[in-house]
């Protein structure tokens, strides 16, 4: 269904409720694009734009441009953003491993990326980042990665664990901590390790090729000096209190495709100073504090929200500062968009629990819609029958038509997430019928009797019609034929064509033949006829 048309909908159908307020699987989903961004499907063999919105498989190719960035999530919560002039292969991603844990590997052909990796739960699993010259082992943290040629990387939080190629010893580094190198690594402490901004300076330095490690060093440190400095004059534009923090977002904070982003800066000299961000009852953040010497200094932290997680309810998100006897919070109002896939990412539930052919109804439960809103479409044949506006879970009751139908329930909600459900419903209402048997009630053939050596054989057609009001045969369960109380035909379902019938029947001589005819409809009603046959 087109969105704009189900927003329409939806908008026309809430009208009505015054009272309501509104195979292969994709391994992860585009959050935003900016400039020039595609992707390489293999099985396309060619490279196409890649817009918000998309998912994306694994064995992609994706790249960016000048200018450019994608930023995608991986269903575990991971976040990977791919800086401009990149060029990454999702080789792996959660693929089971044979240890019983989930293999996820990015290739990085060239440029960098910045990543949030959640901590894996799995302690078998493993998340690498492999580039021309060395492989980078992480189980969560947050930072860059890249290198073409020279390998780089840096690190907020969490820990890295790197090995070279063709070498069998591991460097690893920690929050605070950027390692680079071509043959070899080193590892130097900086202030603006893992800082996005920051690894785009770095890569710049690094790309030259003439200088030596020690000059690399040198402007490295000179490079992270120099971020510091314009962090501070970026912080200093804000007036901070000598221990405290002020929040730079926006408010209301609408939150969509890049989840919660809140950003602003602090100043402190407690070393034992926290400051952190809550969010409904679902988050609360580690300490956003990282230097209590007194001068200003941003911070930046970004929260998923979703349905899944439970945070796509909270109204509002708390900073809260405690440090040199001194406890300050903040509240940002929260816009969340219910509406966006990276939001509402829970598709649907439907179900057919139950149905009566008689009182010609069925009852529809629809589930995962509790704080969303949507439409639910029905169908029979394949021709639409009704439309309703769902904003709870809730279960639906739905009139059934005449006959045996194939009725379809699909239920779409407001951020395009569908489901459907299909099963063929029979409606048969209590409808009085009669069999009519042709002749009189009571017949008396005078059959001469055969010659000798002749088989006396009386034989004579039972002829009769049933009259029901839909003129339907498909609508009865049920004809039978008995004769002195045998069965002489029996018919069920599928086997019954027609509504009249002509039956052979051997009389027997000198007796009563009793003929009984019983028809049962699908809605349990029967209907009888009796005949007699006398041979004389």
Known sequence: ??????????????????ALAFSAPAVGKVRSTLGNVDRWKVKLNNWAQLWTGAKVYQSDLVRTGVESEVVFALPDGSSIAIAENTEIELSQ?????????FETKIDIHKGFINFAVRKQKNKKSNFKFKTGTATASIRGTEGFVGGEGVFFAGLKTGKLEITPDGSDRMVSIGAGETTFGRDSLVVVKLSSSGEARFAKRLEKILADKSKSMDDLVREVRQADTEFQEQLKKEASAVVLPENGF???????????????????????????ATLTLQVGKGFTSNNLIHAADGNPHSFSQQVVVNDENGLWTADKA???????????????????????????????????????????????????????????????????????????????????????????????????????????MGCYPVKR????????????LKVPPPPKDVADRIMQSLQFRIRVPDNNPENLYKVVVKQNGKVVLQELLSQIHSLDYQIPLELSRGGVNHIDVEVTHKSGYTAKAKKVYEVR
């Open 433 to 444: 019928f009669n069999v009519e048997i042709l002749g009189k009630a009571k017949e008396v």
């Open 318 to 424: 708390t900073l809260t500062f405690t440090g040199a006897g001194v406890t300050t919070s903040k509240s940002i109002d929260l816009k969340v968009n219910r509406a966006c896939p990276e939001v509402n990412t829970k598709a649907p539930t439907v179900a057919v629990v139950s149905y009566d052919s008689l009182r010609c109804s069925a009852n529809v439960s629809i589930n995962e819609m509790q704080n969303d809103a949507g439409i639910m479409v029905v169908t029979a044949d394949g021709s639409p029958m009704s439309e309703d506006a769902v904003t709870k879970n809730t279960q639906k009751r739905i009139k059934l038509k005449p006959g045996q139908h194939e009725y379809t329930v699909n239920v779409e909600d407001q951020a395009g997430n569908k489901v459907e459900v299909s099963r063929a």
């Open 1 to 18: 269904m087109d969105s704009s048309k189900l927003i329409f909908r939806m908008a026309t159908a809430l009208a009505l409720l015054p």
């Open 93 to 101: 991603l959660l693929e089971p491993n044979d240890e019983g844990g």
């Open 246 to 272: 002020a929040v730079t977002s926006s408010s209301p904070l609408k939150v969509c495709e890049q989840g919660l982003v809140v950003e602003g800066s602090y100043r402190t000299s407690d070393e034992n």
